[in-house]
């Protein structure tokens, strides 16, 4: 799959010209919506837990802030979270698989246990332990999502480079005297590279999942606002005993439009990888 | 069943576990220092903490506090909950039945729903029922399950309040038979239970779709039609038996995170399992009950690879030949 094809593939199937548009207008919320919202997410006032009017096009919360604003800048949170917890756990993920896949013998026996171990361990606790020992911050939390989630990566390289290393033209460049660094660079590397990138677009749904889910727990970056901790914010204040259906429905309804961009593209990449997976007819 | 097979899985799984015990000690001994977590005790002196830290051994170096750590740990002895003074392995011990219903509960459902769907969509596949089949199966498999939660409390407690909105049985009700008290219980798990079908069921359904999809290409599906066998007993007799297999290794590898929902919409309806346990040790920082959550999950979903490899040797021959 070269970048072209991998390119072609956004624009010619519904599924990606649908997680383009919605990735697209997500960045450019997370860039500019500090810019865009129309009040300060933080400034409270006395209208409180009000629907949706035409002053406040998403109501208000339980403190008299605008939900839409909160809303916009707390996209840029996920984003962030999002992309790099999913980059860390790529790039970890490759190199383990990488080196226990290539270079077998010890090296892929204790390499594999471990990627065992973390396959094993359930991530959301392991998340929840680590995010509460270290103070929670943003960093905080793209290392521990990136760190807890690479595991699966790691597996899938590893079978991918297992099957490359027994190839004619890496035994080839082998009996010709290169480098162990110069074949993983110039054979295995560009051969395993869409299946790294496939992996990594659902890693960052699972990201933002988490994130997500940690902020909903109380454990997200306290001075940030993100999708996860205006949910904690409307449970934790009765929103939704309160009915108050526009304060609940918006931060969540986001994380699933974003995830489902996310995923879709993901497994799009993935049947052309693996075509048994094939979701619909017109890929 | 191979017993050399099945020792090998056994032996894998314990040494599984004792990773995770020692990994336990570490990651809450090194990275958290304890003398914080005394720290925190109201107008705890300095000489007070000094003794608190004699009497948990704390003063000790760190390899007799782990030799401590691993007895205590294998008498089952998880320490005391700083919230609650009572000893982690009854919290636990109280919490898990709780847990287990709405997680069983849960996953027989998705299994059962998931699969269904999977097999009509497969079979009806580029239709309409295939793709709204597909639409709402992405869409729940997208959505955060404590969402999904909070929108089943705002529409089934809310605006049609004909169901509670959490605990799980009525506080302070009187029950003259077990059986009201069974029914009461009931009612309370319908929207946990719905919230934790919704959470798996995607998963579930688009496994079971293209393992469908899959067999329904193959040879031997064009040979059974060709011989004039009915197209549902087809389905239904050959296809569902061989596509069901990836289904489960699914169950096991969804284990991780049927805990994390366990743990979010517990949170969500105040359901008193495991999961909400964890958050009140999460909101509390207490480690003695958030380190005993963290080794029962771990152990849980270690149990349940462990029984699902059993399960798919058991179901494939292709396995136990080898």
Redesign the interface.
Known sequence: MSGRQALRLLVDTWRGRFGLAVLGLTVFVAIFGNVIAPYDPTASSLDVLQPPSFDHWLGTTESGEDVFSQLLVGTRTSVVIGFAAALISALLGSAVGIASGYFGGWTDRILDSFENWFLVIPTLPLMIVLARLLDPSLWVLVAVIGLTSWAGTGRIVRAQVMTLRERAFVERARALGASDFYIIKTHVLPNTLPLIFANTVLIIAVAILSEAALSFLGLGDPSRISWGSMLENAFGSGAPSAGAWWYVIPPGLCITVLVLAVTLIGFLYEEIINPRLILDRES | MNARWLSGKVAAAVF?LL??IV?NFF??RV??DPTEQLARLPRATPEEIDKLRGQYGLDRPLMGQFADYMGDTARLDLGTSQRSRRDVVDEIWDALPWTLLLVGTGTLIATLLGTWMGVKAATR??KKTDDAL?GFN??T????E???G??L??VF???LPILP?GLQVTPGAQFNSAFAEILDVAKHLILPATAMTLMLLGQYFLIMR?SM??ILTEDFITVKRATGMRWDRVVNRHAVPNALLPLVTLSAIQ??SV??GA??IE??FSWPGLGEL??QA??D?DFPV??G??LI??F???LA?LLADCLYFYLDPRVQSK
């Open positions: 599984t990773f995770v990994f990651l809450f990275m958290g596949r580029g597909l992405l869409f498999y997208a959505s955060p404590y969402w999904i909070i929108l409390i705002l407690a809310v605006w909105s293209s999809v899959d284990f991780g805990v994390a743990i979010t949170t969500i964890t958050f999460i909101n920082k958030l380190q959550t963290f999950f771990s849980g979903v270690i690879n």
